[in-house]
């Protein structure tokens, strides 16, 4: 059995990159580093090969509610990047993947934010997981029925409080 690990936090640099590579990781995450220093993600994406670079955003709903804020330092301070053009500079610049997470549905269990997906998902063109607020296997199918260019989903809540069995999700989804 073959699982891709990825690694985060703290990557800087390609030394900070090369080194968790060098570990075993097959893949590195990225946010904050990137959004203070766009430039990192094509000199890794250069060095290593953009299959292995994912830009994880995080995305807060703005107060006025008509758009997404880019949130760096797990979540908790906002950038200056509008989100729609960050996702398109992280794929020109090489990013490989994105972790898309929604701030506002994270650790809730109310549900997937559809609203976010519905807004970003046809401008990625790259592999996309997204994460925040699933809490069921009917979300989880949902979500891969009505996009259909959703490569992954990140669960943490639903596992964690048992909403989420892994071996009947895997039946479900079979399905």
Not at 126 to 137: E, Q
Request: charged letters at 25%.
């Amino acid at each position: 059995v073959f699982v891709p690990i990825t690694a985060g936090g703290a990557i800087r640099s390609v030394e900070d990159g090369r080194k968790l590579l060098s570990a075993g990781a097959d893949k590195l995450a990225l946010n904050t580093s990137v959004v203070r220093d766009p430039n990192l993600i094509n000199r890794l994406s250069e060095k290593f090969g953009k299959q292995c670079v994912v830009v994880s955003i995080q995305a807060c709903k703005t107060l006025n509610g008509s758009s997404w804020d880019v949130m760096i330092e797990s979540g908790r301070e906002k950038s200056s990047k509008n989100l729609l053009d960050w996702i398109k500079e992280v794929q020109d610049r090489g990013a490989g993947e994105i972790l898309l997470t929604s701030v506002d549905k994270d650790g809730t269990g109310l549900g997937p934010d559809h609203e976010l997906l519905d807004k970003i998902i046809d401008l990625v063109n790259v592999p996309l997981v997204f994460g925040g607020g699933i809490n069921n296997t009917e979300q989880l199918k949902s979500m891969f029925l009505n996009y259909k260019n959703l490569s992954g989903v990140s669960i943490g809540h639903g596992l964690h409080y048992g909403k989420i069995e892994i071996s009947n999700l895997k039946k479900e989804l079979k399905k």
